[in-house]
């Protein structure tokens, strides 16, 4: 059976095996999210270490319940990625208190990089982000913003009114954005 990415959190402290399994779960999509947002694939990366090891430090003080770990997981990536935005730099303050190397890519590695970051694999990024939508928000929410669909065209695919899916899709935002803009414990 596999284990929630909670009890992977709450296991962190005592089984290594724990964390290796979330940041495997996970790594993929932080990186496209870093990848995205940077527009390069060095800088998401170094930004994908820094988060997972700040994650890592973090991992003790997460409490099941509060909120989602995966939201937990993308609240310390957008408070990484302002500070790049900000500073202008990738702090490397958790990775140093880990004892994490920087990450230094030759020219395959980073090809192999850039592949991962396609787009393609942005609406499976996508989807873990919002697995803990209501399940109609969800949908509206991935057929809006990530399909580009037409609210018209929703509404047909979802058998309700063209208002319920804007009102479906304002209110999955507003509990993304709430979900990402919380302090990480």
Do not use: C
């Amino acid at each position: 059976m596999e284990r929630s990415d909670e009890e992977l959190l709450r296991r962190t402290a005592t089984d290594a095996e724990a964390f290796g399994a979330f940041y495997e779960r996970h790594r993929l999509a932080v990186f496209r999210y870093a990848r995205w947002r940077t527009q390069n694939v060095e800088m998401a990366a170094d930004l994908t270490s820094e988060i997972f090891a700040a994650a890592l430090v973090a991992a003790p003080r997460f409490r099941a319940g509060s909120m989602p770990a995966r939201a937990w997981l993308f609240g310390i990536a957008n408070h990484k990625l302002a500070d790049f935005h900000r500073r202008g730099v990738i702090a490397d303050r958790a990775r140093r208190r880990v004892g994490m190397q920087r990450l230094v890519f030759d020219d395959p590695a980073l090809e192999r990089a850039e592949a991962l970051a396609d787009l393609a694999g942005l609406r499976r990024s996508l989807e873990l982000l919002v697995a803990d939508l209501p399940a109609g928000e969800r949908a509206a929410v991935l057929a809006r913003v990530v399909d580009e669909a037409d609210y018209a065209d929703i509404a047909v695919a979802l058998h309700t009114s063209e208002q319920a899916v804007r009102q479906r899709v304002r209110r999955g935002l507003r509990r993304l954005e709430a979900a990402l803009r919380k302090e990480p414990e």
